[in-house]
């Protein structure tokens, strides 16, 4: 059988983890197996292990797929970065699939240092974020001196699983007092007095 190229194989990979996301947020990281990929994908198992070597492979492929749509953390005003806080960590949880899908990942990282890694690095991502973002806001004269960035980095990265965890039992949310409380809290901590 003929070699893929480069960019038919990176196509079919994506295809792949495209596919990987629809079952994980279908059926759950637990309930997920590799033949529903294949079947969802319409690739053979050999295809699917010529990309990945395992199930627990391709999870964390996904994870790092995941991750790298969320985006930056904008920092041009308080109000500026608890949209973007909002619009990149929080809305993506809203639907419960989502949500139930980030909470596996985070029980899962328990016992896969992998999975451990990747969460670690997402959320250590979103609080440097914030964090740079606040001393950003400070230096410009557009937040309260004397915050500590980096406890305001702990808090939001604390609001974000607060929502995802809350999400993904009690699912029916009200989007626009989430961005409210979004939006309360950095005010709360950064608004000049």
């Known amino acids: 059988m003929p070699r893929l190229t480069e ?13 990987a996301a629809r079952c994980l947020f279908e059926r ?13 994908a319409g690739i053979s198992k050999g295809a699917f292990y010529s ?17 790298a749509e969320l985006g930056p953390i904008e920092d041009t005003g308080i109000a500026a970065l608890a949209d973007s ?4 960590q929080i809305a993506p949880a809203l639907p419960p699939a989502n949500a139930r899908f980030g909470i596996e990942v985070t029980a899962a990282s328990a016992g896969d240092s992998g999975l451990r890694e990747r969460n670690t690095a997402n959320l250590e991502r979103l609080r440097h974020a914030v964090e740079a973002a606040v001393r950003g806001l400070i230096a410009a004269g557009k937040a309260r001196t004397g915050v500590d960035a980096e406890a305001v980095g702990w808090l939001v990265q604390a609001h974000v699983m607060g929502v995802l965890c809350r999400n993904a039992v009690w699912p029916a949310q009200d989007e626009a007092a989430l961005r409210r409380s979004t939006h309360l809290l950095l005010e709360s901590l950064l608004a000049p007095v």
Do not use: Q, W, Y
């Open 7 to 19: 960019a038919t194989a990176a196509k079919r990979r994506m295809h792949i983890l495209e596919a």
């Open 28 to 40: 759950g990281l637990l309930a997920m197996s590799v033949d529903d990929v294949c079947a969802n």
């Open 51 to 67: 990309h990945f070597p395992s199930k627990e492979a391709l999870i964390h492929a996904v994870t790092d797929m995941l991750s």
């Open 85 to 88: 806080v909002f619009e990149r």
